[in-house]
């Protein structure tokens, strides 16, 4: 079965330093990977993907992420954090080639970013 | 272009009540979903339905049950709630495959 670790529920950044959010994945075959962000008392919110090409994914808001595939890892970064990018993020994998009735987008378990002015 | 709305935005039950949660997209996705989210368990996938008239079980099924009743509209039904059922619900979209699109979540609580 397919599964997504985030290894820190909580992580604290200074305004302006880079952030990393940890994101390692287990699947058979190509993964199609995602971040997503929930701010308070909302739904979840695409921020970026993989699927294939390039290992770097530039999305939303200045962040990005790179696919890592011996490293089965897809952590999401940020050069300069915003408190503003205060929220829980989540990273999410789905195995290529799945249909229906197989395995289905899997979430990790979230990782709550502060930044601290 | 609401997305995807979801209705109620809270709701409080008491054990062995039964309640519909309503879901509606305008975005013309063949795909929907229903999510529960719990603190440090993330989300977990309750039904989804492929396309118009088809509907499968996820990772948590049991004691929901749910209906496609269009394209449009997908509803999650507790036939008893039960205080294990206390969590957030969220309803999502896609075109099958690919990014999904999240509703603002219905908040339940079960006494």
């Known amino acids: 079965a397919q599964s997504v670790a985030q290894p820190e529920d909580q992580v604290n950044v200074a305004e302006g330093n880079p952030l990393t959010v940890k994101c390692t994945y287990s699947v058979s075959g190509n993964p199609y990977l995602f971040w997503y962000v929930q701010y308070p008392n909302r739904g979840l919110q695409f921020l970026l993907k993989?699927?294939?090409?390039?290992?770097l994914v530039k999305g939303s808001y200045g962040f990005e992420a790179e696919f890592n595939k011996s490293q089965t890892s897809f952590h999401l970064k940020k050069p300069s954090a915003l408190v503003s990018d205060s929220a829980l993020y989540f990273c999410?994998?789905?195995?290529?080639?799945?249909?229906?009735?197989?395995?289905?987008?899997?979430f990790g378990t979230g990782t709550r970013l502060t930044i601290i002015p | 272009n609401a997305g995807v709305t979801q209705t109620p935005k809270f709701q409080v039950l008491k054990t062995g009540q039964s309640m519909t949660l309503q879901c509606a997209q305008d975005m013309n996705h063949n795909s929907m979903y229903w999510y529960r989210q719990d603190p440090g368990m993330g989300l977990r996938l309750i039904y989804y339905s492929a396309s118009e008239g088809t509907t499968d079980k996820g990772e948590v099924p049991n004691g929901y049950n749910v209906s496609r009743l269009n394209k449009r509209e997908f509803s999650l039904r507790l036939e008893s709630a039960a205080p294990s059922q206390t969590s957030v619900y969220f309803c999502?979209?896609?075109?099958?495959?690919?990014?999904?699109?999240f509703g603002p979540g219905t908040r339940l609580t079960v006494l």
């Open positions: 993989y699927i294939t090409g390039d290992n």
């Open positions: 999410a994998v789905e195995g290529v080639g799945r249909s229906f009735g197989n395995e289905k987008l899997t």
């Open positions: 999502a979209t896609d075109r099958g495959s690919d990014t999904q699109y």
